[in-house]
């Protein structure tokens, strides 16, 4: 049986390709990183992909905000071509800094009627730390099933998940868009808590999905936790539901 | 376009929102600096267009381009200033100086390209402050800008609004200049050497002078700024190859005699630092102290790779730069071994945050400002790299207000003999990375030199803005290249550029180069400011003409510029043409030969080692002592402190083989010992360790114990997670001051002379090595200003099942806890003496190192192999006290420790080599001690379940505090 071609972006200040292209061999993918240049040179048909990530990184430097610079590639150069993956249904998934450059693109949230960003932590600064995060979405197809929380690391300074009007929260929340949220203490939600919720986002929101649910953006990195000694509490005996769950529903989905 | 038809377009991004995280944490700043009649900072970001716009271009680049409609409002043109809603609004505007990197910039000019956007030529940035303080005058808004707003190295202000700058194309190139050398007298070749910066002597410009004449004609610029760089303390190491005469031999004791045969070291470097790793000879040492790396096999199919370099005299002066351009460099070196950067490690030495600015020199910039820019620098030349940074210190001390010290460390993996290191005749000089300004200039002689108040001024051309998304493509070209065999040789450009780099390649063999070919930032540049630049971001190469094709390709790829200037030669001559006109023509066995060896004068200080004074560790006994502030004071001592407000801010976890973290436990803030990772690509279940040993106030009372000291601390630190004591390879960075005293030189002495016989002792080879001396500052009250002596020693280990690695954090109430080494504490220079802010810190001695402490790392690897280890942690800082309350902190668990006897002050707090405690499950307890047979160790108590930390000493309760009072100190929360 031949694996599922995964295609991985990776633009100029990409870092986390080969982060996202292990935990996508370990699902059982045939992970493929191609730098944009290449994908505009040379005849890469998206079509043979069936999935695609969006690594983390610092695409561009983060100059102008993070991940503003690769939306544009994706809006100038390959606006067919992801529309294309999208609207086919297809597993896509943005990471860090790919989240970002999908909600800049206007890939994520998805919808006319709301207007997203994510913008400086509430912190002031860049932080990295491990979180807990609940799924909480049937709708995207990459949480779908998934009962226990996941844990993994977040690696930003530009992840708090914003709505220009707060109110249109609850429309994501009815769609089932929001995938997964920070957790805290005692399994319920961090309720902004900081450092549970590590960076203020609105509704403690980690990752959002579109109203299709097979495309999937967070800050969290699932890639960072794909084998149980990368779990920061693994000498004392702790696991934690694996980031690699993820890619596994991803691949489950084709 | 018509030049005259060229506009600056001005834009102006604010925040939406009321508050914004940036602007709180400026005004943070501010207050912290002193400004604390200031209420409120509001910051929003300039940016400046040149160019030709139409009013729908400039919509179009403001709203989708420079800023974010969700959360930022922008103003295009001329913003009013001055009053706002009635209350007084001071306007600070900052913008770069002509010619540092700007990033950004960049970014703005080829964004709007890919937007269709036409009509823009060149950008550039700023910022802008409003700051609301009813009490501050012009005066003290120029202070405020000076402090925290601007740094004149890099940035102008305006009171107000102000004019972006670009490059200026004005000044003419080209030009050579010939400097007269032949028949100078010695007066007139120093004030050549002071004239340009050289850094030379005497004896060093005769020897010049003497080449010249053999050559029957003077120099051009760019010829002599070759030799000063070639020559440079920085790239050449002159002081630890000089023949060192010691000037009190005759009043030596005889112990230091035999040390020291006749009274005359030739070479420290050979003669300590590179004779151990002779002796030692240890197999798995694939390359030590001729790469730009030091080189270990790691687990049959990769090799690993570690280098540490210093960045201290741009750090001092702009610290942000500095520390930035400080990790890019030492990243080079890794990817210079043709290896792929897998860890980033940082020591950080900054003057005390709480400084008053009375006590702060001319010229020197606060130290709360050094350490704020230092750690932002590290941060994102890491973070934007994609390297993880995982082991490191931060330490205050006085002594570091002037001079900083910053450690930046990288650590690479490569596949076996895939490294190729010998260019052949008819090879391209190849460069590739960032442009070349006039960035960087002379920075190889520059820090080699002491500072004055002038250096900022006069130097600041020598520091830069790094561009780590350049050099991560600069990482995936080679790596590449690497696989495919593409080159035959490669080294980093660092300290004096092109100079450095194509000589130090083409030193057994000759080169041609054109220097018009080297590809400008913009135009103007002279040829020797061309070779002499230090613009980050570059490496060169030697490829055979047949893979050119191929190489360019991967290099288009990646939007990784190249260029080809040249070809090696046979001629054992370095050409350098300019528009093919001869600008350089040098003898490469004079370069790289003839200089002359220095002589230097060492006084060997006596009184170390056997320091007087009280110290109750020699038989005294303490009264009234309080143990409980004792050891709170201890836990919130600035050195001791939790570090996660740093730790934090660097991204540990890119790459996804940190599996013992930087900070571990129960909650995650535990202080780990060192860095256990797994490298992708790795083979095996193979890991490795890395760790550090640095202690300056040691150094400050004796450098031979401070050296052996910290050398074993950083064993220690590996053996406590897990590394193979039989397999761990040191690093050596000295940081020193003026070496030309004799004193300074003695110290120096003693330092290399205990890195060989501690090496020895563990047979622990070093593998790589730099030095950084002249750290000293002449201020304005005409006083020197010296840095501490300061050896930072980083150990790179292996471990063969990484399911062994130990954490430091407490694991399970009912274990017992033990001490393994030879319990033998000292007070002298010790963190209990600093914390209480004592008189007498520095009486006493250093604690030695005893002989057992080889034998107890095998013991307790052997252990840890067996699985006997729950938890294990070094006493270093603090001593046993602050080990053990730091592992309950770690495991948010309690213990019962019961002293074994001595004086109780000294047995908690005084610090001892070669020591470590360690938790054993209770049905353990008889096989760990079996380990130990014949070794120091003893059952110090046991871990409690409910949070009560507890020392006593014979029935005498001593300590008794709960966890959560440990934690509140080590955090510092009030």
Wanted: glycine residues 10%.
């Amino acid at each position: 049986m031949h694996k599922p071609r995964v295609l991985i972006l990776h633009a100029t200040g990409t870092n986390r390709d080969l982060d996202a292209a292990q935990a996508v061999e370990l699902a059982g993918g045939q992970a493929e990183i191609r730098h944009v240049n290449q994908l505009r040179s040379e005849r890469t048909r998206w079509e043979d992909f069936q999935m695609l990530v969006v690594p983390g990184g610092f695409s561009y430097a983060d100059a102008l905000g993070a991940g503003k610079l690769m939306a544009l590639d994706l809006t100038s150069y390959f606006a067919e071509e992801v529309n294309a993956f999208v609207d086919a249904g297809k597993p896509v998934i943005g990471i860090c800094n790919g989240f970002q450059a999908l909600v800049k693109a206007g890939v994520l949230p998805g919808r006319s009627d709301v207007q997203a960003t994510l913008t400086f932590n509430q912190s002031g600064h860049f932080e990295c730390r491990w979180v807990r995060l609940l799924p909480r979405s049937e709708t995207c197809l990459w949480t779908r099933g998934l009962t226990e929380p996941v844990d993994c690391p977040v690696a930003h300074g530009e992840g708090r998940f914003t709505l220009a009007d707060a109110a249109r929260l609850a429309a994501l929340l009815a769609a089932g868009q929001v995938a997964l949220v920070y957790a805290g203490p005692g399994g319920r939600a961090a309720e902004g808590v900081y450092p549970h919720n590590p960076n203020g986002s609105i509704g403690d929101i980690a990752g959002v999905c579109n109203p299709q649910g097979n495309v999937l953006g967070l800050m969290p990195h699932p890639e960072d936790h794909i084998l149980p000694h990368q779990h920061p509490r693994w000498t004392r005996g702790a696991g934690g539901c694996l980031g690699l769950k993820l890619f596994q529903n991803g691949m489950k989905a084709l | 376009m018509l030049q005259d038809a060229l506009r600056v377009y001005r834009f102006t991004v604010r925040p939406r929102s009321a508050t914004d995280p940036r602007s709180d944490a400026c005004l943070a700043d501010a207050h912290a600096l002193g400004f604390t009649g200031i209420q409120s900072i509001a910051v929003q970001d300039l940016y400046f267009i040149e160019g030709q716009l139409t009013p729908e271009d400039q919509k179009a680049l403001a709203e989708r381009l420079l800023s974010d409609p969700v959360t930022q409002a922008v103003q295009i043109g001329a913003v009013a200033d001055g009053a706002q809603a009635g209350r007084q609004v001071w306007v600070v505007e900052t913008a770069l100086r002509a010619g540092v990197t700007d990033p950004v910039a960049e970014q703005i000019v080829r964004a709007a390209r890919v937007m269709h956007i036409q009509g823009v030529r060149r950008a550039s940035t700023g910022q802008r402050f409003l700051i609301h303080c009813p009490t501050l005058d012009e005066e003290g808004l120029h202070l405020l800008a000076k402090r925290l707003l601007a740094n004149p190295v890099t940035q102008r202000y305006e009171l107000g609004s102000i004019e972006p700058s670009f490059p200026s194309e004005a000044e003419a190139s080209a030009r050579v200049d010939r400097l007269r050398i032949c028949g100078c007298d010695d007066e007139a070749l120093l004030a050549l050497s002071q004239e340009r910066r050289a850094a030379l002597d005497l004896t060093e410009m005769r020897a010049i002078q003497r080449y010249c004449e053999a050559e029957g004609r003077d120099l051009t610029d760019i010829e002599f700024e070759m030799i000063a760089q070639t020559w440079s303390e920085h790239c050449v190491h002159k002081t630890f190859k000089a023949r060192v005469e010691i000037e009190n031999y005759a009043d030596l004791p005889a112990q230091f005699k035999g040390a020291y045969p006749g009274g005359v070291v030739d070479n420290l470097m050979r003669t300590f630092l590179k004779a151990a790793t002779d002796r030692i000879a240890a197999p798995w040492v694939r390359s030590a102290f001729v790469d730009n790396a030091g080189i270990v096999a790691f687990d049959g199919a990769n090799e690993i790779s570690f280098k540490v370099e210093t960045h201290n005299h741009p750090s001092a002066i702009e610290p942000f730069g500095g520390a930035n351009t400080g990790v890019g460099g030492v990243i080079r070196d890794v990817l210079g071994v043709s290896a792929r950067p897998i860890a980033a490690t940082d020591v950080l030495c900054f003057g005390p945050q709480e400084l008053p600015f009375e006590r702060l020199p001319e010229g020197v910039l606060h130290p709360r400002r050094i350490f704020s820019g230092v750690v932002a620098g590290v941060q994102d030349y890491g973070n934007k790299i994609g390297i993880p940074t995982v082991n490191g210190a931060v330490l205050f001390d006085e002594g570091f207000t002037s001079n900083p010290l910053v450690y930046c460390g990288c650590v690479g993996i490569a596949p076996l003999n895939l490294h190729r290191r010998t260019p052949h005749p008819g090879d391209r000089v190849v460069v590739i990375g960032g442009r070349t300004g006039r960035d960087g200039l002379r920075g190889a002689t520059f820090s080699s030199m002491t500072m004055d108040a002038q250096t900022g001024e006069v130097s600041g051309a020598s520091v830069q803005i790094g561009a780590p998304i350049t050099e991560k493509g600069l990482i995936e070209v080679v790596v590449r290249a690497r696989d495919e065999g593409l080159y035959s040789a490669i080294t980093d450009c660092g300290a004096g550029g092109l100079s450095s780099a194509v000589g130090e390649m083409s030193s057994s063999l000759g080169a041609k180069v054109e220097l018009s070919d080297v590809r400008l930032k913009y135009p103007g540049l002279a040829p020797w400011e061309i070779w002499l630049s230090e613009a980050q971001e570059r490496m060169v190469l030697a490829i055979p003409p047949k893979n050119m094709a191929r190489f360019a390709e991967i290099c288009s790829v990646f939007d990784v510029e190249l260029t080809d200037i040249g070809e090696f030669t046979a001629g054992g001559r370095l050409v350098v043409t300019y528009s093919g006109k001869a600008v350089l023509d040098l003898d490469n066995r004079f370069l790289h030969h003839g200089i002359p060896q220095r002589n230097l004068k060492a006084r060997i200080p006596l009184a170390a080692g056997h320091c007087p004074g009280e110290d109750c560790c020699r038989g005294g006994y303490t009264e009234n002592v309080d143990y409980t502030a004792g050891l709170l004071a201890l836990l919130s001592h600035p050195n001791i402190a939790s570090k996660a407000g740093v730790v934090r801010i660097y991204d540990h976890e890119v790459q996804g083989g940190t599996l013992i973290k930087p900070l571990t436990g129960a909650e995650d803030d535990g202080p780990s010992d060192a860095a256990v990772l797994r490298p992708l690509g790795a083979v095996g279940p193979h890991a490795i360790v890395l760790s550090n040993g640095v202690n300056p106030e040691y150094g400050k009372l004796d450098a031979y114990r401070m050296a052996a000291s910290v050398i074993d601390e950083a064993l220690r630190n590996a053996v406590a997670v897990g590394a193979d004591p039989a397999r761990i390879s040191l690093l050596d960075n000295f940081c020193w001051g003026d070496p030309t005293r004799p004193e300074t030189m003695g110290s120096l002495l003693e330092a290399a002379r205990a890195c060989y016989e501690t090496a020895l002792l563990f047979g622990a080879p070093f593998i790589s090595g730099k030095d950084s001396l002249n750290n000293e500052y002449l201020a304005a009250d005409g006083l020197r200003h010296s840095i501490p002596p300061t050896l930072v020693v980083s150990a790179l280990g292996v471990m063969d099942d990484l399911s062994k690695a130990v954490s430091m954090d407490l694991k399970q109430a009912g274990d017992a806890l033990y001490l393994v080494g030879r319990h033998d504490p000292r007070l002298g220079a010790s963190h209990y003496r600093l914390a209480g802010g004592a008189q007498e810190a520095y009486d006493g001695e250093v604690p030695p190192l005893d002989a057992s402490a080889p034998a107890v790392y095998r013991a307790l690897h052997a252990a840890i192999q067996k699985g006997l280890v729950r938890a294990c942690h070094d006493l270093s800082e603090g001593g046993l006290g602050v080990a053990a309350a730091e592992m309950c902190i770690g495991g948010r668990l309690g213990a019962e420790i019961e002293l074994a006897g001595g004086e109780p002050l000294c047995a908690l707090f005084g610090e001892t080599n070669g020591c470590l405690l360690a938790e054993v499950r209770p049905e353990h307890e008889a096989a760990f001690e079996a380990a130990f047979e014949g070794l120091s160790f003893q059952r110090l108590g046991h871990v409690r379940g409910d949070e009560e930390f507890r020392v006593s000493m014979n029935g005498r309760g001593l300590i008794d505090l709960p966890v959560a009072a440990l934690v509140r100190a080590w955090k510092r929360e009030g």
